[in-house]
């Protein structure tokens, strides 16, 4: 299945409106359908992309959300989402799609980078900004994704001086780069195509980031 189901907006909608358990049960059956046709889509993805990239897991997100520790008690999340992850360690980052009315998007890249990784992105980007800026200005990449996102400090990283030459980019917690969609968008019968293009054009700041991991300071390869 390559397109998404026409009922699955409104049933998000209907389920933000009504976030609780009674309402939920009374339309289980609904749920179960749209899951269903998510799951399928997703699985379409999944199949389309591995023709570009090596893969190694498709994760389909619950629906159901963690409220322990939680200000926020509803008991349901009102978006359906899925990830891909890129097989092997030579392969960093990861895909992922996100359906909700009016907040739609994809995304993908380094949300949570480990202390080591994010060490060596920083004293990759302090001795060569230059890379990943031609990478973020190409204009494909513009075209998709505007530019790069994620949490940042408010100042440059302990260990480098605020005039450093690329002092926006180190202050970056977060490598993201993600594409809205409107409601519009994700219904249409293009959006399939859409989703595998916007994904290909993750793949130069992809391949980027997978050589700095892999490598250390001198270039050389972490493994054999």
Known sequence: MNTLSPALLPYLAQLKANNHKEWFSA????YEQERNLF???AHTVF???QAFDQLEDLNIFRIYRDVRFSKNKTPYKT???F???RATRLRRGGYYLHIEPG???IGGGFWAPEPADLRRIRKELAADPHSLRTILADPTFIDLFGTMQGEQLKGVPQGYAKEHPAADLLRFKQYLVIRNFSDEEVLQSSFFEEAQRTFLGMHPFFNYMSEVLSTDENGEPLWE
């Not at 339309?27 to 609904?30: A, F, G, L, Q, S």
């Open 27 to 30: 339309n289980k059956p609904t």
């Open 47 to 49: 199949q389309g992309m």
């Open 103 to 105: 907040g739609s998007f």
């Open 83 to 85: 990830s891909m992850s």
């Open 79 to 81: 978006h359906f989402s």
């Open 39 to 41: 799951k399928q889509f």
